[in-house]
């Protein structure tokens, strides 16, 4: 007779087929929160860069374009997720972004994981596998390497 395992000897991924630690694990909050954080600093540095003014450094940081800014984010994760396997941040973290089923994640998966991430909310919910409600949604899951 098959046993069900009890919510304490389950990890997040367990569900999904994947290991507790390791590659291919689930990453971890810390891990994405300052991959998010390192992928929001480049889209704002494009963002100062490219579409401000002024004479200096703090008076274009100050004057920072958040549409520019949102829009270079979400560029930057739909333009790496599919050639790269991740964003620049989730690879300096050593993280990437599968798809569930095997095979190359495309280009529509990003997109719907992208827009959602952009809403914020639905990356703030998650799932028990923590699993943001942006990568459910998109049939993705964010591993470690």
Same mark, same amino acid.
């Given at each position: 007779?098959?046993?069900?395992?009890?919510?304490?000897?389950?990890?997040?991924?367990?569900?999904?087929?994947?290991?507790?630690?390791?590659?291919?694990? *689930?990453? $971890?909050?810390?891990?994405?929160? *300052?991959?998010?954080?390192?992928?929001?600093?480049?889209?704002?540095? *494009?963002?100062?860069?490219?579409?401000?003014?002024?004479? !200096?450094?703090?008076?274009?940081?100050? +004057?920072?374009?958040? !549409?520019?800014?949102?829009?270079?984010?979400?560029?930057?994760?739909?333009?790496?997720?599919?050639?790269?396997?991740?964003?620049?941040?989730?690879?300096?973290?050593?993280?990437?972004?599968?798809?569930?089923?095997?095979?190359?994640?495309?280009?529509?998966?990003?997109?719907?994981?992208?827009?959602?991430?952009?809403?914020?909310?639905? +990356?703030?919910?998650?799932?028990?596998?923590?699993?943001?409600?942006?990568? $459910?949604?998109?049939? !993705?899951?964010?591993?470690? $390497?």
């Amino acid at each position: 007779m098959p046993t069900q395992s009890s919510p304490a000897t389950d990890w997040p991924g367990k569900r999904l087929g994947l290991p507790q630690q390791g590659p291919r694990s *689930i990453a $971890r909050a810390p891990r994405r929160l *300052i991959a998010v954080a390192l992928d929001w600093a480049i889209a704002t540095t *494009i963002s100062v860069v490219f579409f401000t003014s002024g004479e !200096t450094v703090l008076e274009r940081l100050g +004057a920072s374009n958040p !549409t520019a800014t949102l829009i270079a984010f979400a560029l930057l994760q739909v333009l790496f997720i599919p050639t790269l396997g991740g964003s620049l941040g989730h690879l300096a973290l050593g993280m990437r972004v599968v798809p569930l089923n095997s095979g190359w994640i495309g280009v529509l998966k990003p997109v719907i994981r992208t827009a959602l991430l952009c809403l914020f909310i639905p +990356a703030v919910i998650w799932d028990r596998d923590q699993r943001g409600m942006h990568d $459910r949604l998109a049939g !993705t899951v964010l591993v470690r $390497r």
